[in-house]
């Protein structure tokens, strides 16, 4: 069973315009949230994380926000360029020693 | 500072063989973790080391091991290959094991079993 889920495999956004990327989790027990951005035949790179004591957390044109609730966590892009034409994994973590869980990704097209 | 270093990037191997990974973390990193990329189950975690101990392993089989040595470099080691085995093997280091410091991965080793 997948725990944490990216449920657009694809998203298209024009340049310019806000990019709202989603990710849905079942474990209650993670605590730590993070998003890794990957370009073609490069290793994922770190791009901005929340502990769920947060509900937003910014830096420059990325923000994050967390709903504990209803285990929804979203990343933000504004605006959005074209370098930001990438797949974007969502990532979640216990705190223990086990590793990061992640969805499958979204690949994020940016039209000019 | 040098990133995190995978070698080789590409392997092709046959069903029953058995091949080594070999990761080289960012200088001064002690945490190495590797992960499984597939299209179906996107990025799985395999297992950690810090400080040449394992701290823990992903749910796969035990063809699936690896090692940590003094300097902090990674191998990674897969015996008796199964055409299931064909993915894109991630390598990440940190400074420290944890969720305080985030995962820097390296361009992977892209395994191919015929």
Same mark, same amino acid.
Request: glycine letters at 10%; one cysteine or more; charged letters at 15%.
């Given at each position: 069973?997948?725990?944490?889920? $990216?449920?657009?495999? @694809?998203? @298209?956004?024009?340049?310019?315009? &806000?990019? +709202?990327?989603?990710?849905?989790?079942?474990?209650?027990?993670?605590?730590?949230?993070?998003?890794?951005?990957?370009?073609?035949?490069?290793?994922?790179?770190?791009? +901005?994380?929340?502990?769920? +004591?947060?509900?937003?957390?910014?830096?420059?044109?990325?923000?994050?926000?967390?709903?504990? @609730?209803?285990?929804?966590?979203?990343?933000? &892009?504004?605006?959005? $360029?074209?370098?930001?034409?990438?797949?974007?994994?969502?990532?979640?973590?216990?705190?223990?020693?086990?590793?990061?869980?992640?969805?499958?990704?979204?690949?994020?097209?940016?039209?000019? | 500072?040098?990133?995190?270093?995978? !070698?080789?990037?590409?392997?092709?191997?046959?069903?029953? #063989?058995?091949? !080594? /990974?070999? *990761?080289?973390?960012?200088?001064?990193?002690?945490?190495?973790?590797?992960?499984?990329?597939?299209?179906?189950?996107? /990025? #799985? %975690?395999? %297992? =950690?080391?810090?400080?040449? !101990?394992?701290?823990?392993?992903?749910?796969?089989?035990?063809?699936?091991?690896?090692?940590? %040595?003094?300097?902090?470099?990674? =191998?990674?080691?897969?015996?008796?290959? =199964?055409?299931?085995?064909?993915?894109?093997?991630? *390598?990440?280091?940190? /400074?420290?094991?944890?969720?305080?410091?985030? /995962?820097?991965?390296?361009?992977?080793?892209?395994?191919?079993?015929?």
């Amino acid at each position: 069973d997948q725990q944490v889920k $990216q449920n657009s495999p @694809s998203l @298209s956004v024009q340049e310019g315009r &806000i990019s +709202i990327l989603n990710c849905d989790y079942t474990n209650s027990m993670f605590d730590y949230f993070l998003w890794y951005k990957k370009y073609p035949a490069e290793g994922p790179t770190f791009l +901005i994380s929340i502990s769920s +004591i947060k509900d937003k957390n910014e830096d420059g044109r990325f923000t994050v926000f967390l709903n504990k @609730s209803a285990k929804h966590l979203s990343l933000h &892009i504004v605006p959005s $360029q074209p370098g930001d034409s990438a797949v974007y994994f969502c990532a979640a973590s216990t705190g223990g020693a086990d590793g990061l869980t992640f969805g499958k990704g979204t690949h994020l097209i940016i039209q000019p | 500072k040098a990133g995190v270093t995978q !070698t080789p990037r590409y392997l092709i191997k046959t069903r029953g #063989q058995q091949v !080594t /990974l070999s *990761c080289s973390p960012i200088s001064g990193h002690r945490s190495v973790s590797w992960y499984q990329q597939t299209p179906g189950q996107g /990025l #799985q %975690f395999l %297992f =950690e080391y810090f400080s040449e !101990t394992q701290r823990n392993k992903g749910n796969f089989p035990g063809r699936f091991s690896g090692r940590q %040595f003094s300097n902090s470099r990674s =191998e990674m080691n897969v015996s008796t290959l =199964e055409l299931g085995d064909s993915a894109l093997y991630l *390598c990440a280091s940190s /400074l420290a094991s944890g969720v305080n410091s985030p /995962l820097h991965f390296g361009n992977g080793t892209r395994l191919t079993v015929t």
